[in-house]
């Protein structure tokens, strides 16, 4: 009855938006991309406008947070000057090489355990507490086990990105369809056969799903890392103009950081989308 009611009140408005239009190269026009675009950029720009005002009508300290167009001022002389362009390569290279790392442990290993439930049930406890560890309580003993060069920083940055890859695929793997399963033993397949014809298809937007909260969480640890015995790095550098009350171009450094870790989670989610068309495709249908 509902279901009616919705149909007829469409098929209504449908009917008089196409009495009230007239013809002509408007009416072949779609707003829609603009909408779109409207909506999602209406938070960052009404979040823009205030950190804009309130520092310009005292209503916050211009010290503490100075307006965004001094911010954007600052950042555009480091580029201008190369200085961030330095300190961005080396974080680059640092989080990619820790994710990398990171992600090609977990998600083999992660597999393994959930394609092995007695061995999962028997490690569980262990990385469930290895996993609830701070990693930023445990940055000293890495430092103590591996210096302040490279080596205790690439450590942190894999330790912070092992987890979530590692618990989204035993997660994925463990919720396949049985009748998925099922299917395939029936037919006779070998078990290596449906691991990566059936299992390891059926895990993958789970797999995706931790591969992004593990980038996440490798850029989140390498702020961390570069602001102790580093002498390079967005987090270096955010650090050093803070020492310095260079409060501008603190914030700068920190616009730089968020652009890199929304620029990685934009290109994974496409990344997704193109992996798990099957997906999409079978819920659209």
Not at 7 to 19: C, D, E, I, P, S
Not at 102 to 109: H, N, V
């Amino acid at each position: 009855m509902i279901e009616h009611v919705i149909n007829n009140f469409r098929r209504v408005y449908q009917n008089k938006q196409t009495a009230v239009s007239k013809p002509g190269w408007l009416t072949n026009l779609s707003f829609a991309p603009a909408v779109n675009i409207l909506e999602k950029t209406f938070g960052i720009v009404l979040v823009l406008l205030v950190w804009e005002l309130a520092p310009r009508l005292e209503l916050i300290d211009p010290f503490l947070l100075p307006p965004f167009s001094e911010v954007i001022q600052s950042l555009f002389r480091m580029v201008v000057s190369g200085e961030i362009f330095r300190h961005f390569s080396i974080s680059i290279s640092r989080s990619f090489t820790g994710f990398f790392v990171g992600i090609g442990i977990a998600i083999p290993l992660g597999i393994f355990m959930g394609w092995y439930s007695k061995l999962e049930e028997v490690v569980d406890p262990l990385v469930q507490a290895c996993r609830n560890s701070s990693v930023l309580a445990l940055y000293p003993v890495f430092l103590l086990f591996f210096g302040l060069g490279e080596a205790s920083k690439m450590a942190i940055i894999i330790w912070g990105t092992i987890w979530p890859s590692l618990l989204n695929t035993i997660s994925g793997v463990k919720n396949t369809d049985p009748l998925l399963i099922k299917a395939a033993r029936s037919m006779g397949v070998s078990r290596l056969t449906l691991l990566y014809k059936v299992i390891a298809p059926a895990s993958l937007p789970s797999i995706l799903t931790g591969v992004r909260l593990s980038a996440a969480s490798s850029i989140l640890v390498l702020v961390a890392a570069e602001m102790i015995g580093a002498n390079a790095g967005l987090g270096f550098m955010i650090f050093y103009f803070e020492e310095r009350y260079a409060v501008p171009e603190m914030y700068a450094g920190i616009i730089t950081m968020s652009l890199l870790g929304v620029t990685i989670n934009y290109l994974l989610v496409a990344l997704e989308k193109r992996l798990t068309g099957w997906k999409e495709k079978f819920v659209g249908d």
